[in-house]
Structure formats: structure tokens, C-alpha cells
């Protein structure tokens, strides 16, 4: 084992990304330039619609697109509540609700049907979330969508190529969305970009991110001031061409690390195993069984006495958290079981590309250890 700490994530970048932010410096063209064309007519290919609409973050693109959608004050989105809270916040931000529906415990995704029992007359809208790199149950999730009449946004934020029955997450839905932040399978900095095979959605999201404006003059509806700049959009272009073999080496990293952890008494790995879902590993997921006599904050320890990176979220169900009782919403009847028995009980281990085959046999070793 190295003195030097194994990180949890890092950016895969290099000489190719700075050259292409020198080219544009150079240019002096920052915004609203040809990259970010460009890069929205990659990105829409590489998922599978056939348009995408580059935004400054993924929770602009969350926002936006509900926003796009007409979902406002008055309507109720349905959200899981383990995930980033940027899923909640934008529901906030264009003044609706969010309902939490539980996950299942066999991908740590929203759970169809919990998502059923959620559904009143006031429900215009459900964000299944592809959480830590694995695709939400999407065939019944839409289903249910089309019975009530509900628009889908999926949040791929942590599941760039990540597939789902041959379709790239961001492409099944009425509309996807991305986050490009620097932890991300993919990175331009920061920067989110929306994916949908919907025209009027395509378009009404990029009067949105420009001032609400049509043209130079007009500002036919409230807008925000979210583009993506050329600088992110020419790192974005040379990161997607690399993102199918990022993706290959994460996967293989995170494969290679849990068929050792399976083996280990007090280890459980919560990814999904159907051969319908192709997970990209965002996170590489460690759970320690209650029933095994240890704790999950002894892993912790363990990990970081040896300076092992190790990723720790979500720590309690989001309906907890104390912003939502500020705004004058009131969750304290609220109780999932399935998410209060998983919050703050997963751990995601280094899975990153630049990892070396020294570090993944350190990772392993010290799990061994524990």
C-alpha cells in the first residue's frame, strides 16, 4: 500500500481538453458560439434524440425543462427521495410540489409501485433518477406515465451511457437530463444539457436558458440566464468522444473490485444483476449487512485509516431535510421503509478510470482487512 490516498474521483482530462479551451480563449467567441452546437448535435446522436440543449448545470436543466413542460404552482411531481438534492430544488424552483415515492431495493431507483400509490388528480410529473449509474425501471414507470397522462424527466446526472433495454437513459423518457460536473462520467467543468425527441420542448428550453428571449429583442416568456459557454461545450466535445472508453475502464474497475467484495460475509453490493440494464457504475456501491455485526461507519474508519477515498451521500431520506419545513412544507408524517433502511448505509468505493491495477488490488486488499 502507497502513502499517497487512492481518490474516490477524479477528472479524466488533458491536452487535448486545454487545447481546445486555448482555441476558444484565442477566439474570443465565449458564448453562444459554434461549439456549443456542435456539442448539442454529438451529444443528442450519442444518446439517441434528436435534439439536445446545453444548459450551465444539470439543475438548470432540471428546472428548465419542467418549466418548458408547463409544470407549476399547483401541480405535484413525484421524486425518489435518495439522490442529489437538485432533484427536489427544481421542483421547488418553478413553484410545484414534490411527492417522494419510495425505491426498490434491487437498484436503489424509484420505485413503480410506490410511484402508483403517489398519484393524485394534482400529479403532472414523475423524475425517475438513475441513481449511482443504473437505469430506473423504465418500461413501468412509463407505463404508469401514460396511463395518468404524466410527463417523464429522467435525471441521468450520474448516468452518462448507461442503458436500459438497448436505449441510452435520457432517450426513453418525454425528456432527459445531464449534469457535467466535474465528478461526472463526463465532465465541461460544470454544465448540464437537456436530450428529448420534442420539438416544442427543444425550443421552448432554449428561449428559457437565453432571458426568455425570441431573437435579439423579444422576451416572450421569464427566462434565466443559463447558457453553456464555448469553453464547456469544447471541453464537452472532446470528452464525449473519449466517454464510451471511460466508461469501459470504470465499468471494469468497479467489476473488477465487487466480485471480490461478494465474497466478503459482511458485504452487500446493491446493483442490479437483469441483463436488460447496462450500469456505468457513477458510484461503486458497498453496503455492510446489519445482521453481520459491523457498522458502516466502521468501514468508514477503516477505509480512511488506510486513505482510501470513499463517496458518502444521501445520509437521510430527503424529506428530512430542514429546508422543505422553511418553505412550509410539512414531511414529518413521511416514512418510506425502504429508503429509511437504506440512507446513509451505502458507501461508494474508487472506481474512476485513472485508477491503476496496483490501486484496485490495494482497494481489495484493505476490504479484505476489514
Given amino acids: 500500500m502507497t502513502s499517497d490516498a487512492i481518490k474516490v474521483a477524479t477528472p479524466q482530462v488533458g491536452e487535448e481538453e486545454a487545447e481546445a479551451v486555448r482555441e476558444v480563449l484565442l477566439s474570443g467567441l465565449y458564448v ?5 452546437g456542435e456539442f448539442e448535435k454529438e451529444f443528442a446522436e450519442y444518446i439517441g434524440t434528436k435534439w439536445a440543449v446545453a444548459v450551465s448545470s444539470g439543475t438548470s436543466a432540471l428546472y428548465i425543462a419542467l418549466e418548458a413542460f408547463g409544470v407549476g404552482k399547483g401541480d405535484e411531481v413525484i421524486v425518489p427521495p435518495m439522490t442529489f438534492f437538485a432533484t427536489v430544488s427544481s421542483v421547488l ?13 434491487d437498484d436503489l431507483c424509484l420505485s413503480p409501485q410506490s410511484v402508483k400509490q403517489k398519484i393524485t388528480p394534482k400529479t403532472k410529473a414523475i423524475i425517475p433518477v438513475h441513481l449511482y449509474g443504473a437505469a430506473a425501471k423504465m418500461d413501468e414507470i412509463k407505463a ?34 445531464f449534469s457535467f460536473f466535474a465528478t461526472k ?21 432554449k428561449v428559457i436558458r437565453n432571458h426568455g428571449m425570441s431573437g435579439r429583442d423579444d422576451h416572450i416568456r421569464l427566462g434565466f440566464n ?65 445482521e453481520s ?40 408524517e413521511e416514512y418510506l421503509p425502504n429508503v429509511e433502511k437504506i440512507a446513509g448505509n451505502v458507501i461508494g468505493l474508487p472506481n474512476h478510470p485513472g485508477l491503476s491495477r496496483n490501486d484496485l488490488d490495494d482497494i481489495i486488499n484493505i476490504l479484505h482487512k476489514f
Avoid at 470504470?250 to 467489476?255: A, K
Fill in 293 to 332: 455485526g459491523k457498522e458502516i461507519n466502521d468501514l468508514k474508519k477503516h477505509l480512511r485509516h488506510y486513505n482510501i477515498g470513499f463517496r458518502e451521500r444521501y445520509k437521510e431520506p430527503l424529506y428530512r431535510q430542514p429546508v422543505l419545513k422553511r418553505l412550509g412544507l410539512d414531511y414529518s
Fill in 185 to 205: 462520467h463526463m465532465t465541461t467543468g460544470e454544465g448540464g444539457i437537456i436530450t428529448t425527441n420534442d420539438a416544442d420542448l427543444a425550443e421552448q428550453s
Fill in 93 to 105: 424552483y418553478i413553484g410545484a410540489t414534490p411527492v417522494f415515492a419510495d425505491i426498490d431495493l
Fill in 144 to 177: 404508469i406515465a401514460g396511463q395518468h397522462g404524466l410527463i417523464v424527466l429522467e435525471d441521468c446526472a450520474q448516468a452518462h451511457g448507461t442503458a436500459y433495454k438497448s436505449q441510452k437513459v435520457g432517450s426513453i423518457g418525454h425528456a432527459g437530463v
Fill in 226 to 290: 443559463n447558457r453553456m459557454t464555448e469553453m464547456e461545450a469544447a471541453i464537452g466535445l472532446v470528452q464525449l468522444k473519449k466517454l464510451e472508453e471511460l466508461n469501459r475502464r470504470r465499468i471494469e474497475n468497479s467489476e473488477t473490485i465487487l466480485s471480490k467484495v461478494r465474497e466478503l460475509p459482511w458485504a452487500h453490493v446493491p446493483v442490479p444483476q437483469d441483463a436488460g440494464r447496462q450500469h456505468t457504475y457513477f458510484w461503486c456501491p458497498v453496503m455492510v449487512k446489519p
Fill in 32 to 36: 453562444s458560439g459554434p461549439r456549443v
